[in-house]
């Protein structure tokens, strides 16, 4: 008797525990799962994660997965997950890297509808103008990406220098290319006939930073790696010729750059090992503060210069938007995450970094964000990247043309055509 | 005599590795000979192109540059890897000398360091500010040497880095065959009136082959293979000509997503390794014979 009391106590628990464990389940089968993914860049983190707790508090019928990845491992962490057919929903990325997947037709194109807006006009006007296609969201006529951040380059000088080289950080700061010579000529030193530091410089190992410098100073003069559309370079131009020029002098005439001193130009700004470089954010200065302490209350930013008779266009502005892959089963839910993720530009402001989204707190951005004045102002007049698949191939072909003229002595026009006729083949395909 | 259970046990033993060796190495293999014949981004559907890869590859300037570089990189780095070594190791060797376990030590330090650190560190040592120029070269000659910025320069930079960070362990080998050389020899030539240089010509040199051979061999498969050192020190620049065959496949792959032409460059990367297999197979049977 006592035996089949406890096999039927038993029995009752059993189908308990199993009535409980499917109800548990039939609810978690009516939650929507995403899976969000984004790069690593303390202390975002911690606030993107806060931004999807407070979305899955407000919609408990839908579960936030966040996997953060270094900055550059995402890009192949992606595509390894897209050939494994196990893509997330939505992801943040530098706008560059999200070419690839665009030109694919990977990724869903805005839903005004999860932002609570009828057209995409309206979505488009809850950030300040150009931000969508600064930080990459735009691409052939249609909007892809949500800006999650936004930045620019300014030129960046070091005041202390300038003193020592009997300038004025106040009325000498370079306001054309021809000024920001002169003054990196005058603050660049030799010992001995050994350099021991450069007016200016730039990364020259890496195509990338290359590039980044080239854009705007090609577009000021109305040439450019590739055309606005992506359809054909415009480096076989006697304006991109000059734009070229200007940059390679200041490594083989004007002498204010030996690339031998120091290759990683924020690091050589920061060491003292070179007085203006082209290649900062507004972020660098929390870069200076906890790495370079020693010249962060001697730097100076300032807008590009222009040339004197081009256009008044600034550095590059570049960003991070969110996307959303078109194989995700829940592209809504995915969107509001995406929404709900840049919905406290205030809060990065507090950071450090320009999420563009209207109703910023332009007080706080000036106290936050130093030169925030420079910074915005040049904002307006930056110039963009070009979005393309090719993008790698693009400036790699550049900085090829470019280092045959450094290094190999190879005449201006000569490497900048024949890198013309390598884009146009590619952009062909 | 075994049992047929006995044997059965063996095949399980061996099983796992096999598997292992399948599923990481031959089917990946198989599959880059398979990825050759498409064009793929990873993102788009594979596209079968047939030869289309080789050749377009065979015409591509910049893979032969890589290639010849390659080529060219691996064989001077191994020949002066097999005299830097066998030089050390001789001195090393020698019985005048004190604190030889000290010395060994020292020399085989590099080998353990990881090759990317290492890559890294000589890459600040090779600036104008670097130990090299600002340490040595400015101060005695007054002059800085172009090390990373001289397309002329550069390769032969990588690969002062390259025999750095790999003669200890050639070292190593070679004292390991001097040792194994019976002393009576010397002693024999020694009393006929043989000359250092004669003894080292007419015993410890042909005594050595088959240590010779096995350094060649390693470090034709380590050199060839290199990636990490050019990949931290000059990233294949200036003007790509520090770019290896591993950096070209690397570049193709995974900045330009052209996977298939990737696999292409990485093919003849293999049939080159098979052919120095054929050439050292050889060396070695000539040996048997």
């Known amino acids: ?429 | 005599m075994k049992t047929k259970s006995q044997s059965r046990a063996g095949y399980y033993f061996v099983v796992p590795t096999v598997i292992l060796f399948c599923v990481f190495l031959i089917y990946p293999m198989l599959n880059s000979f398979r990825l050759s014949l498409y064009s793929w981004n990873i993102m788009e559907p594979m596209q079968f192109v047939a030869f289309d890869n080789f050749k377009t590859l065979l015409q591509d300037q910049e893979f032969l540059s890589s290639w010849g570089r390659t080529l060219q990189y691996t064989l001077t780095s191994v020949a002066l890897l097999l005299v830097i070594s066998f030089v050390f190791a001789l001195m090393l060797d020698s019985r005048m000398l004190k604190a030889r376990n000290m010395f060994q030590a020292i020399y085989f330090i590099p080998v353990v360091l990881v090759t990317p650190a290492v890559g890294v560190v000589w890459k600040l040592m090779f600036q104008t500010t670097g130990i090299l120029n600002a340490g040595i070269f400015a101060p005695l000659f007054g002059a800085t040497v172009p090390w990373l910025e001289s397309k002329n320069v550069a390769l032969y930079s990588i690969m002062m880095v390259q025999l750095w960070i790999s003669a200890g362990y050639y070292m190593v080998m070679f004292i390991a065959g001097l040792q194994g050389i019976p002393e009576e020899y010397y002693e024999s030539a020694v009393i006929d009136g043989a000359s250092w240089s004669k003894r080292l010509f007419a015993i410890t040199i042909p005594l050595l082959k088959p240590v010779f051979l096995l350094v060649f061999v390693t470090s034709v498969l380590f050199t060839f293979g290199q990636f990490a050192l050019p990949y931290t020190i000059s990233q294949g620049g200036p003007n790509y000509s520090t770019e290896l065959l591993t950096l070209f496949v690397y570049r193709n792959a995974f900045k330009y997503l052209k996977v298939g032409y990737a696999s292409t460059a990485s093919i003849f990367y293999f049939l080159t390794m098979i052919v120095f297999s054929i050439m050292q197979i050889r060396l070695f049977s000539d040996k048997k014979r």
Not at chain 1, 18 to 38: D, N, R, T
Not at chain 1, 139 to 152: C, D, I, R, T
Not at chain 1, 158 to 182: C, S, Y
Not at chain 1, 330 to 338: L, P
């Open chain 1, 1 to 429: 008797m006592k035996k089949r009391c406890i096999i039927l106590v038993l029995m009752i628990l059993l189908v308990s525990v199993g009535m409980l464990w499917s109800a548990g389940s039939e609810e978690q089968a009516k939650k929507v799962k995403l899976v969000h993914w984004g790069h690593t860049q303390p202390p975002f983190d911690g606030l993107i994660q806060r931004n999807i707790n407070t979305f899955m508090a407000e919609n408990p019928n839908v579960a936030v997965e966040y996997a953060i990845f270094s900055d550059a491992d995402l890009p192949n962490q992606l595509l390894t997950a897209v050939a494994g057919k196990s893509a997330p929903d939505s992801f943040t990325i530098a706008g560059t890297q999200a070419a690839r997947f665009l030109e694919a037709n990977m990724l869903a194109k805005l839903d005004p509808e999860a932002f609570g807006k009828k057209s995409v006009d309206e979505v488009l006007a809850m950030w300040e103008d150009g931000a969508f296609k600064g930080a990459g969201g735009y691409f052939k006529g249609a909007y892809y990406g949500v800006p999650h951040e936004l930045s620019n380059y300014c030129a960046w000088i070091n005041g202390a220098h300038m003193v020592e080289a009997g300038l004025d950080p106040k009325n000498d700061i370079p306001k054309t290319w021809a000024e920001f010579t002169e003054v990196g000529k005058k603050m660049t030193v030799d010992v001995g006939g050994v350099r021991t530091r450069n007016g200016f410089g730039v990364n020259l190992k890496t195509a990338g930073f290359v590039a980044n410098v080239g854009f705007p100073l090609l577009r000021q003069l109305g040439a450019g790696i590739v055309d606005d559309d992506v359809t054909k370079s415009l480096l076989d131009t006697p304006e991109a010729a000059k734009a070229v020029t200007t940059f390679t002098n200041w490594i083989l005439k004007d002498k204010i750059w030996d690339p031998g001193l120091v290759s990683d130009d924020r690091e050589g700004f920061g060491n003292e090992l070179l007085s203006m470089f082209l290649t900062g954010g507004a972020w660098y200065w929390g870069v200076m503060e906890s790495q370079y302490p020693g010249v962060y209350d001697d730097a100076i930013v300032f807008p590009y210069p222009r040339f004197a008779d081009g256009k008044d266009l600034g550095g590059i502005s570049y960003g991070y938007s969110t996307y959303v892959f078109d194989s995700s089963k829940n592209q809504k839910d995915a969107w509001r995450v995406a929404n709900a993720i840049a919905s406290t530009p205030d809060d990065f402001i507090k950071e450090g970094l320009f999420q563009p989204r209207k109703g910023y707190d332009v007080k706080l951005a000036e106290e936050s964000l130093p030169s925030w004045d420079v910074f915005g102002a040049d904002l307006k007049k930056s110039t963009p990247r070009p979005v393309t698949k090719h993008y790698a191939e693009v400036i790699d072909i550049y900085y090829a043309a470019i280092t045959q003229i450094v290094y190999d002595g190879v005449k201006v026009e000569t490497a900048l055509d024949a890198a013309a006729k390598k884009i146009n083949n590619l952009l062909k395909k």
